[in-house]
């Protein structure tokens, strides 16, 4: 039971985020775990999060739907609903 209550408690604040934001928050918490795992100290965990991190972010924002870049007449880029 307390297993169950631990990954509820993990997974129910990535309900409310972007897509970016959720893609970030597991390559983190995976990299974390993989980079723990496979170097066996704290600095392999600490650079599996940043990189899975990242990598997330980047697979996260890629799926997000209905966002489009756009340029005004200055060139400055904004993202808006496509």
């Known amino acids: 039971m307390k297993k169950i209550m631990l ?4 997974i129910l604040p990535l309900t409310a985020c972007t897509q970016t934001e959720r893609g970030a928050g597991i390559g983190a918490a995976s990299g974390a775990i993989i980079g ?18 990242v990598a997330g972010a ?8 209905g966002r489009c870049y756009y340029r005004d007449r200055y060139g400055r880029r904004y993202i808006d609903a496509c």
């Not at 990954?7 to 993990?10: F, G, H, K, M, Y």
């Not at 723990?36 to 991190?53: D, E, F, S």
């Not at 980047?58 to 739907?65: D, F, H, Q, R, T």
């Open 36 to 53: 723990g795992v496979a170097t066996g100290n704290v600095r392999g965990a600490a650079v599996g999060a940043a990189v899975g991190g």
């Open 58 to 65: 980047l697979i996260g924002n890629a799926n997000e739907p």
């Open 7 to 10: 990954a509820v408690a993990l």
